[in-house]
């Protein structure tokens, strides 16, 4: 299977947001919450959260029921918005063989076929929007789970059997 590799930043930026799309209808989650449910560490939560706020992608309240939400509904925020906020540049790209910028002027034996991911990747992150993944766009939570119940935690790692 293929990764695409994202910066942390954008990984926890993803994770982030997602949750709160999962509990829009909830109202806002606060900070040490949303770290929780993410497994982002809260100081780096506070960075990026000022970024989606700073953008306009976010909403911010302090004290009693405080917290962050969505500034706009989840259809409306594509994955190209969040990524774009945490500096990814969809023309930025580096040759996967190793020739620094991935150039169409000067290419290098695999630019037809990385520039082809790359460009499926960018039309995926525009047109895929926070409505568009799994209990946020059915409305449902998992199964034996609740929507307040639910985590974007990644599964603890495996302990290796003896």
């Known amino acids: 299977m ?3 590799n994202l910066t942390q930043t954008a990984e926890y930026a993803l994770r982030a947001m997602s949750s709160l ?3 829009s209808d909830q109202g806002p989650m606060r900070a040490n919450e949303l770290a929780e449910s993410t497994a982002v560490p809260l100081a780096y939560l506070w960075k990026i959260m000022r970024r989606m706020v700073d953008a306009g992608l976010v909403v911010s309240a302090k004290g009693h029921g405080g917290g962050f939400r969505l500034a706009r509904p989840a259809e409306a925020i594509s994955y190209m918005d969040i990524l774009g906020v945490v500096g990814y540049d969809a023309k930025a790209g580096s040759c996967v063989f190793g020739w ?3 150039r169409s002027e000067k290419p ?3 630019h037809p076929t990385w520039n082809k991911l790359n460009e499926s990747f960018v039309d995926w992150a525009r047109t895929t929007t926070l409505a568009s993944f799994g209990p946020a766009a059915s409305g449902a939570a998992p199964a034996g789970r609740s929507r307040k ?3 974007l ?3 603890a790692a495996e302990k290796p059997s003896r």
């Open 2 to 4: 293929i990764s695409i």
């Open 108 to 110: 290098c034996p695999m």
């Open 149 to 151: 119940s639910q985590s």
């Open 100 to 102: 620094g910028q991935c």
């Open 21 to 23: 799309a999962l509990r």
């Open 153 to 155: 935690r990644p599964p």
